[in-house]
């Protein structure tokens, strides 16, 4: 199993997938600016997993040094300069991208116009040295801490073909569902800003809307 780091493993989104990574029997360590928000954070992850796998608390720089792979978790705002941060422990390494581009005002959440970019791009082009895949961006928090199943497909793009399968197999790790090839890392442009339609759509019906593709052949 591998060792993953969560960059921004503190927050909602990348506690929970810190914690069906546990579930799924791999080694977790959760970054944050503050190791010990991140120690915390990673005993009462830890309390909830029973002889899977194990997670540990450590600064963003720590974290992302010590990991095979390295998703990142962290608000839009800042996103920019962690990453350039972090740039020589992230060179060489698949690293996942779930950040979220997103706004909201009187009328409700909405993405923002980076124009022809993302925040994955965004990643791959402060570290080219990197394998930047973007994944994980429609999954619900609060599903995702939970103990509910949650049988949610997802998208994965990304530009190396070998890092987008080892994120397509990690995503049935975590959903239960299907890790589905959407195709180049550009797409992200697209991906990201769906998030607000699946925010939208939670509001209005109380509910925790995720994605399933229809249509597939399930051999493939």
């Known amino acids: 199993m591998s060792t993953i780091a969560i960059i921004g493993g503190t927050g909602p989104q990348g506690r929970g997938l810190g914690y069906r990574f546990a579930k799924g029997g791999h080694a977790v360590v ?39 792979l390295v998703l990142l978790a962290v608000p839009y705002d800042g996103h ?21 581009p997103l706004g909201f005002d009187k009328a409700g ?37 939970s103990d509910a199943e949650i049988h949610e497909d997802v ?19 975590v959903s239960g569902g299907r890790g589905i090839d959407a195709g180049k890392l550009r797409l992200a442009r697209q991906l990201e800003p769906l998030t607000a339609v699946l925010i939208s759509i939670n509001r209005r019906y109380k509910a925790r809307s995720g994605i399933s593709i229809a249509g597939l052949d399930p051999g493939r």
């Open 30 to 68: 959760l970054g944050s600016r503050s190791e010990e928000r991140a120690a915390k954070a990673a005993a009462e992850v830890q309390a909830r997993i029973a002889g899977a796998g194990s997670v540990i608390g450590a600064s963003n720089a720590k974290a992302a040094e010590a990991a095979d």
């Open 109 to 145: 959440p909405y993405g923002l116009n980076l124009g022809p970019t993302s925040a994955a791009e965004q990643a791959q082009a402060l570290v080219p040295g990197a394998r930047v895949v973007g994944a994980f961006h429609h999954l619900s928090a609060v599903s995702l801490i």
């Open 80 to 100: 920019d300069a962690l990453v350039a941060e972090l740039a020589d422990s992230l060179s060489g390494k698949v690293v996942i991208s779930c950040v979220n």
């Open 155 to 173: 998208l994965v793009c990304g530009d190396d073909a070998d890092a987008k399968a080892v994120v397509q197999e990690l995503a049935t790790t």
